[in-house]
Structures are given as structure tokens and as C-alpha cells.
């Protein structure tokens, strides 16, 4: 970034850069930002992976709740293919771990029935481009059966889906599915950013009475973090990941790692970035995007789905709508193209990168009105 550019910030006066932009970087963590250096000498606190937090957050909640039963392809025996319920079967039973035949329709079918009967159900897609031949499952019956029913019913299904890109995999293991859901009146949708957020998440999740849609960055699967396991925060809403002055960056899953990868680079050239995981993608948490637009005044959104109606879209309205009058630049996305998901190497070319990133930053510093 230029220092022209800083220097059209510092301008402004209501985004001054100063001699703490750096130092504000230096203190903030790169990828588990979640304030772990504050963690790491708490009570509670251990270092794991996502997939190691996940299985623990399984792990307890099949044992506080005798009603909660996992299943899904190769979800039992094999611990699936991600390893995530590993050992459960064994330390639980094959009545309540197990595995289902290659049908999603008859995953999802299989929940409903479950969910009816006052079971918990916490089924699992094994990739996400598996979710499509369960989309009447999910939309005409697990999303609309409390309604259906005037509340007699309510569905209870916490359905996990490895999401996203970033793993070098074939066609339909890749794709972002959170626009299409989040579009379905009935069904919540979140989505982790790091092993202490993948905890406590699934953990909250696993006790709502509504569907959940909880969309794990499969590319973070082996991303070691700080998880305090006695402190779970506020479950509910977006979460400020870096503080900043000058820009706020939203993004969701693997991308807010990516992010704060972006900001502390931006802050070499004295730009102040606050990083803002919206983790909860229906519903959106619009007063926090508010609050922080509000202060920073531009905003950028990242996310791997393409452009063309991705959430990325929702997500720059609600901002507008809140912000019109304060925004010193019109919303930017960086996102995936319109294009379907690519295999093998192009996939770097497809999913946001950092000079992408830094590029839609410098646009959106750069710009002058009229």
C-alpha cells in the first residue's frame, strides 16, 4: 500500500493513523485472534486443533444429553472422514454413534423422524456439495416443520457440513453453500473461524430447539488455537477479532484468519484494520456491523462463495442501510467468482487471496467522491 494512501486517511481526521497503528498490530494474534495471549495462562485454557475442539464438543454433549445421537457416512466405525467423531462410538455405543448408508435424503429424512420422536439429532453431510440431494429434506420439512406443526414440533437437528474450500479436493467438496441457506426462513447457519469459536459454537448449537446449518472451514481442521473451555463469551452475534480505525473487514469460516493475516500486513504501512467474524450468518448480527462500520467508516467483505448474490451482498445492505450517511466509500466484496468451484491448484486463484484482499482495501481507501 502506498503512502499516499495513509496519507489520504490521516486527512480525514476521524481516522487518523498514529504511532499506535503498529503497536495495535503487533498485540493482536494472527490466526486465533481470539484474544489467546489474555487466555493462555487461564484456567481451562488448552491448545488443540479445530477437529480436536470439535470431537470434544460432540464428545460432551452426547454425554449431557442421553436424547443427542450422531450419525452420518462413515461417521461411526471410521470416526468420518475428517476424524471428527472419532472414538465417540466406542465410548458412547453404536446406538447412538453410527453409520448411514450413502444417502443424504434418507441422513436428513432420517432427522426429521428423530427430531419428532424428542430426539437431538446431529447428523452429518460429509461434504458439502453432498448437502444438495438433501435440499428437500432441509428446506421442505426440517425448516418448516415447527411451523407446519404451529410449534408442536420443533426440529431440534444440528446438521454439520465441512465447508468451503482450501483442501485440493475434487468437485463438490468444495463449495459454499451459506447464501442458499441463510435464504431458507426456518434454519439458523453459523460458521466457526478458529478451534475456541468451533467449541463453544457446536456446543451452543447442540442445545437450540431451532435447525442449525453449522458450516465447518474444513480447511481449518488442523489449525491449533487457545480454547478455554470454562468461557464460552457470548455465543450469539459477530465478534470483533481486531480492533481498528480505519477499515472494517467482515468475513466468516477460514476467511477471517485470512484477514487478520491482511490487517497485520496493512498495519506495517500504518492502516488500522478491525476484523470482524460474523460467525452467525442467520441471523446476522446488524448492529454489530453497524457499530464498527460506524466507527471505521468504509468496510469490506470477504467471503469463498462467488459474487453474484453471495451473502457478501446481504451483508454490504444491512451496512448501507445503517451506515449510508457515515460510509466515506461504497461497500466492497472480495470474493469467489461466478464460475463453479475449480479442483487442484486453481483453487488458489479462486478463493481470496491477500493481494486481492489488500487490493479491495486500496480501492475502497482510495476513494474519492465525484
Not at 64 to 89: M, S
Not at 231 to 242: D, H, Q, S
Not at 253 to 267: E, F, H, N, S, Y
Not at 275 to 294: F, G, N, Q, T, Y
Request: glycine share 8%; aromatic share 6%; charged share 25%.
Amino acid at each position: 500500500m502506498s503512502n499516499s494512501i495513509l496519507e489520504g486517511v490521516d486527512a480525514e481526521g476521524d481516522n487518523t493513523a498514529d504511532s499506535t497503528a503498529g503497536n495495535t498490530a503487533d498485540s493482536t494474534a494472527d490466526n486465533t485472534a481470539d484474544n489467546t495471549a489474555k487466555r493462555a495462562d487461564a484456567p481451562g485454557t488448552e491448545t488443540m486443533s479445530m477437529q480436536q475442539a470439535l470431537n470434544r464438543a460432540l464428545d460432551e454433549v452426547l454425554a449431557d444429553n442421553p436424547k443427542t445421537v450422531i450419525f452420518g457416512e462413515d461417521c461411526g466405525r471410521l470416526g468420518g472422514v475428517f476424524r471428527i467423531t472419532d472414538g465417540l462410538q466406542a465410548k458412547h455405543g453404536p446406538q447412538r454413534v453410527f453409520d448411514t448408508p450413502l444417502a443424504e435424503s434418507g441422513i436428513l429424512g432420517m432427522s426429521v423422524g428423530l427430531a419428532m420422536a424428542g430426539f437431538h439429532p446431529i447428523p452429518e453431510v460429509q461434504f458439502d456439495g453432498f448437502a444438495y440431494p438433501a435440499i428437500n429434506q432441509i428446506v421442505c420439512q426440517i425448516a418448516r416443520m415447527n411451523y407446519r406443526s404451529r410449534g408442536t414440533m420443533p426440529m431440534p437437528i444440528t446438521l454439520r457440513v465441512p465447508s468451503f474450500g482450501g483442501i485440493r479436493a475434487p468437485e463438490h467438496h468444495g463449495e459454499s453453500l451459506e447464501a442458499l441457506f441463510a435464504h431458507v426462513p426456518g434454519l439458523k447457519v453459523v460458521s466457526p473461524s478458529n478451534p475456541h469459536e468451533a467449541y463453544h459454537l457446536l456446543k451452543h448449537a447442540a442445545t437450540r430447539p431451532d435447525p442449525v446449518i453449522f458450516m465447518e472451514p474444513k480447511s481449518r481442521y488442523w489449525q491449533k488455537g487457545e480454547v478455554d473451555v470454562s468461557n464460552a463469551g457470548t455465543p450469539e452475534g459477530a465478534k470483533v477479532m481486531r480492533e481498528g480505525r480505519h477499515l472494517t473487514l467482515v468475513a466468516w469460516g477460514a476467511m477471517v484468519t485470512r484477514c487478520l493475516q491482511v490487517a497485520k500486513l496493512a498495519a506495517e504501512d500504518g492502516i488500522d484494520i478491525e476484523v470482524l467474524d460474523l460467525r452467525w450468518l442467520k441471523p446476522i448480527d446488524a448492529e454489530a456491523l453497524a457499530s464498527s462500520v460506524r466507527k471505521t467508516r468504509r468496510a469490506v467483505v470477504v467471503h469463498e462463495a462467488p459474487l453474484t448474490s453471495g451473502l457478501g451482498a446481504e451483508v454490504a445492505q444491512l451496512i448501507t442501510q445503517s451506515c449510508f450517511d457515515t460510509l466515506k466509500a461504497p461497500v466492497e466484496r472480495v470474493t469467489g467468482f461466478d464460475v463453479p468451484y475449480p479442483s487442484g491448484d486453481l483453487e488458489d486463484e479462486y478463493i481470496p487471496n491477500i493481494d486481492r484482499i489488500l487490493f479491495g482495501i486500496q480501492r475502497v481507501l482510495e476513494y474519492k467522491r465525484g
